[in-house]
Structure formats: C-alpha cells, structure tokens
C-alpha cells in the first residue's frame, strides 16, 4: 500500500486527486469539533459497550456523537438511506427498471436516496436528543448565548434537530464530492477517518495513562491489547482477500474467417462477500428496541426486565446468554439475506448460456444455477460464520486482555472490519488511477 501511494504522488492527476481528498476530509474533520450552542454534553453521556447502536455510531463520526458538535449523526443517515434502497431496488419493480435505465435511472435513484437521507436525519436527531435528555436533564441548556438570552426547552431542541440534519447533510455532500474529485468512495473514507479517530483518541489517552502511573502494569495491558489487535486485522485481512473461484469456459464460435471464444476464466466469488452490513443490520435490530425503551419507558418494570434478560448489560448470564445467541442468528439471517441480493444464480446462469459459456462438468442453464447457488450458499455459511466470530470472540479476548473501556468501545468489531475493507478499497482505487494514466501515455 506505502509503495501504491508513492507511486501515486508521482503522477499529477492522481497526486491532485488525493490532495482533494485530504481537503474534504479536513473540511469533514472540522465539522466534528463545532459545536452546537445550547447542546450541553460534554462528558455528561454515556454511550454503553461497543454492542450499543449509539457506541457503534459514535465511532463512525470520530466521537462527535459523543461531543455534540455539527457532524454527530455524520454520515449515518446516509448510509442507512442507501442501504433502504438497495433492498427496495430489488423488491419494487419500478425502482428495478429505473435502476437500468443507465446514467438517467442512477440520477433519478440517487435523488430519491437524498430525499430518504433526510427523513432519516430527522429521525435519527430527535431520537439521539430524547436519549441524550432522558439521561441528563441538563443537556438541553437554556441559556443559549448568554444569562440575557434564554430560550424555551421545545424552540431550542427544534434548533438542535435543525443544526444536527444540516450537519448530516453536509457530510453526505462532502462524501459526494470525495467520489467525484477525490480517490475512492468518499462515504467509506469518511467512515475510515472517523473510527480510526476515535481508535487514535482512545490509544493517546491510554499512552496517557503509561505516563502518569508508570508502565507497569498498564504498559503491559496495553502492549497485551495491541498484539491482540494486530493479530485480529491479519485474520480480517486474510478473510476479506479469500474466495472461490468457478471455473468457466467458453465455447469457441466462427464468425466469417474469425474464430471467436475458446478462452477460460473464472467467476470469484467472496467468503465475505456481504462485507460489514449483516453486522450492522443485527446490531441495528438488537439495538433499536433497547433505545426506544430508554427513550420513552426508562422507568417501567419491562424496562428493567429488557434490561436484565435481553441485553448483554449489567453483568447478568441469562441476558448475555440470550442476546449473544439473538446477535449470532441475526448476523447469519442478514447474511444470507444479503448474497440472494448480491448474487442472483438464475440471471448469471441465463448471461452465460447466451454467451456461449458453461461451468466445466455442468449442464448450461437450470443445472448451472442451482450449482452456483449451491456453492454460494455453502460460501455465505462460512462468511456468516466468520462474521459472527468476529462479533462475539474479539470482545470477550478483549475484556480479558484490558479493562479500559475507551479502548474496548473504539475497537470494534464492525470497526476493524470496516477499517480493513476500505483500506483494500482505498489501495485498489489507487493501483486503478495509476494503470490508467500509464495506458493514457501509452496511446499518447
């Protein structure tokens, strides 16, 4: 990867790109650390373990959740917005035929995504404001600008929703630029700088700490903590690169005094090819309900049996028990869910009878994708597997390694596989730029 960016800086155009690219994410990472006047925060919160959705989200924004400042639901909504219609693209007609009308039907899909950006930036604001203010009373700070002006409760949590959305907004614009002028997918970059923010901030204080109480034994807790996570990204790293590859040949086929065809290649297809979002959507599902019932019924006897039975708060084996085998079924459901979007065995299977291609051994046609969808599936099991090892296995070495928990709330599961696929990403996408502008020269 050093060597791709070296070789990068070389080149203008590419050397232009990146430039651009540290603009926005400076721009982005400025957003972070204003804050919003009368949203009164500071170290007044406390966002839960690495489960919780709002730890989860905390970490993408870089901890500006946490802090209250512009870009606290960052790019969230966004994400979540396309993620909806993706799935809806598959699951409405309409929305399908859009999606392949070319350049037309993705303008037209990516408006609409907009749009459904900001409904869910409203939602997502006034939700994370009644969870703030079920926590302190004093979040909400009437005394906006001075002790002359003050502000009725309601007009200020209004002004708060508006500023939060606006900064959601925002980082959905600057992503978009990012793709546009920039170097790889500008909405994962900024995710990228966001949790390895938060893992710098929580690593710093930690070194902190060695400094203030000496190495031992918070040195080797430390040192013990990063082995484990350097190891964790060598297995993460090794999963993502590893897949299955089905053998395809084409036949040969004359047209005039040419012969056409005859060459052999392959279709890969990705132990993890769902990649981070079965981890989010469970942990989104597990999550949910635990917000909404600290939101609005915190003080309920079902509150405190949620709590105690279906969380894997407060200490409690039945609850841990039962939300780590909830988590597990859902990351596999998720799973599956997600390959039959990806990969459609019937529509590969009819692409390559028509181009005169066919799995060694296998009938064209019927017989071909209920093979492939027999290997995809026996793939997807292992990448659920993989995925839910991930989730579960990293936390509980953590805990045993270190008892800090900043450090166990920034290095997360869905952090660290999110951090390895867009670094790959982010080399690809540098490796692509560079190869094209040598054929550039090479026609010039």
Request: hydrophobic share 50%; charged share 10%.
């Amino acid at each position: 990867m050093f060597e791709t960016i070296k070789n990068a800086f070389k080149v203008k155009e590419v050397r232009n790109k990146i430039l651009m690219t540290i603009l926005f994410v400076f721009i982005y990472r400025l957003g972070c650390f204003i804050p919003i006047p009368g949203l009164d925060i500071y170290g007044n919160i406390d966002l839960g373990d690495s489960y919780n959705l709002l730890s989860i989200m905390n970490a993408i924004t870089g901890s500006a959740l946490a802090q209250g400042t512009l870009f606290a639901i960052g790019i969230g909504p966004y994400i979540n917005a396309s993620i909806i219609m993706q799935l809806l693209t598959v699951a409405i007609p309409a929305l399908e035929r859009m999606s392949k009308e070319g350049e037309d039907g993705k303008k037209k899909i990516e408006k609409i995504t907009r749009w459904v950006t900001l409904v869910l930036a409203i939602v997502n604001a006034v939700g994370i404001l009644l969870a703030f203010k079920n926590q302190s009373a004093s979040i909400l700070n009437v005394n906006m600008i001075s002790a002359q002006i003050t502000l009725p409760v309601w007009l200020l949590f209004v002004y708060a929703t508006i500023m939060l959305v606006g900064g959601s907004m925002i980082c959905m614009w600057i992503g978009e630029r990012i793709t546009e002028y920039g170097v790889s997918n500008g909405i994962s970059m900024l995710i990228f700088v966001g949790i390895l923010s938060t893992a710098g901030s929580s690593l710093l204080n930690s070194f902190k700490l060695i400094g203030d109480n000496g190495w031992n034994p918070v040195g080797w807790e430390l040192m013990g903590f990063l082995i484990v996570v350097v190891a964790i990204f060598g297995f993460i790293t090794w999963v993502d690169g590893a897949e299955r590859k089905i053998n395809v040949q084409y036949a040969k086929q004359i047209k005039g005094n040419k012969m056409y065809g005859g060459q052999s290649t392959y279709i890969p297809v990705k132990v993890n090819a769902s990649g981070v979002l079965p981890l989010i959507f469970a942990f989104a599902i597990m999550s949910f309900p635990s917000m909404l019932i600290s939101t609005f019924w915190s003080t309920t006897d079902f509150a405190t049996w949620w709590s105690k039975y279906m969380t894997n708060a407060g200490g409690y084996w039945v609850g841990t028990t039962v939300y780590t085998v909830l988590l597990a079924v859902f990351i596999f459901v998720f799973s599956y869910f997600y390959s039959q979007i990806q990969f459609n065995p019937i529509e590969i299977s009819k692409n390559l009878q028509q181009n005169g291609g066919f799995v060694p051994g296998i009938r064209p046609g019927r017989e071909t994708s209920e093979y492939l969808a027999r290997v995809v599936s026996r793939i997807t099991l292992w990448g659920a597997v993989f995925l839910a090892f991930i989730a579960l296995v990293p936390n509980l070495i953590f805990g045993l390694v270190t008892t800090n928990s900043q450090l166990l709330n920034a290095f997360s599961a869905t952090g660290m596989l999110i951090i390895v696929s867009v670094a790959l990403e982010f080399d690809k996408s540098l490796e692509n730029q560079i190869m094209m502008r040598h054929y550039k020269g090479f026609l010039k």
